[in-house]
């Protein structure tokens, strides 16, 4: 088992910054590959970014390249979302979830999951 806490979601306004953080506790953490999703209001779940096990690989949905920065510290279990030049359509509820297996993978294919946190850009 793995248990997820997302955490550093908030308020910002349009052109800000955030940093969201993933803690990971349960089992070996560098041995999953590691992703984040977000979730707007009334939309589907949707994949943001993801990172492989010695964070040689990474992964962005074009909407969010050169904005948003996926990464990982294993030492401290812990993956990160760093959120430059944020806009309305980055409000969303955002999830960790991690994979025992390659990424990016859908949804449906991620073994674990955070309980989210909610990031408002207000415009």
């Known amino acids: 088992q793995v248990q997820l806490v997302e955490s550093g979601g908030g308020l910002v306004q349009a052109g800000g910054s955030l940093r969201l953080s993933c803690a990971a506790s349960?089992?070996?953490?560098?041995?999953?590959?590691m992703a984040w999703f977000r979730q707007a209001p009334g939309k589907e779940r949707e994949f943001v970014a993801a990172?492989?096990?010695?964070?040689?690989?990474?992964y962005y949905v074009p909407s969010v390249k050169g904005r948003l920065t996926i990464s990982r510290d294993n030492a401290k279990n812990t993956v990160y979302l760093q959120m430059d030049s944020l806009n309305a359509e980055d409000t969303a509820v955002y999830y960790c979830?991690?994979?025992?297996?390659?990424?990016?993978?859908?949804?449906?294919?991620?073994?674990?999951w955070g309980k989210g946190t909610l990031v408002t850009v207000s415009s």
């Open positions: 979830a991690a994979r025992g297996r390659r990424v990016p993978a859908p949804a449906s294919s991620m073994d674990y």
């Open positions: 990172i492989g096990w010695s964070s040689s690989s990474v």
């Open positions: 349960g089992r070996t953490f560098s041995s999953y590959a």
